[in-house]
Nanobody
Framework: QVRLVESGGGSVQAGGSLRLSCVAS????????VAWFRQFPEKGRERVAS???????YYADSVKGRFTISQDNAKNTVYLQMNSLKPEDTAMYYC????????????????????WGQGTQVTVSS
């Protein structure tokens, strides 16, 4: 049974950086499509970034140029490097994976992902 384990969240000041990690425990991301979602209080989850099994990436407009998603297959880990953080980035961040995933898949909706992590909190103060 694959478990996704996130880490790297925390509290930073505006303009700072954090790197989130998502490890596939008990499995790997080989052939998977992996995404980072975030959830604001009393709102649904939105996709922030994703990386497909063909290497293509997606970024929400709100994070383009500031966030970078990457994958290290040797470490079974997907990263989300977050730079120039803003208070509006404050949210719970979740890693999600669709495995197996159609080649080049890029899914926006939560139900399209069958594995989820427990979430890691990111708080950005002004």
């Amino acid at each position: 049974q694959v478990r996704l384990v996130e880490s790297g969240g925390g509290s930073v000041q505006a303009g700072g950086s954090l790197r989130l990690s998502c490890v596939a425990s008990g499995g790997s991301f080989k052939g998977a499509c992996v995404a980072w979602f975030r959830q604001f209080p009393e709102k649904g989850r939105e996709r922030v970034a994703s990386i497909s099994n063909d290497g293509s990436t997606y970024y929400a407009d709100s994070v383009k140029g500031r966030f970078t998603i990457s994958q290290d297959n040797a470490k079974n880990t997907v990263y989300l490097q977050m730079n120039s953080l803003k208070p509006e980035d404050t949210a719970m961040y979740y890693c999600a994976a669709d495995a197996p995933c159609a080649y080049g898949g890029s899914w926006a909706r939560q139900y399209e992902y069958n594995y989820w992590g427990q979430g890691t909190q990111v708080t950005v103060s002004s």
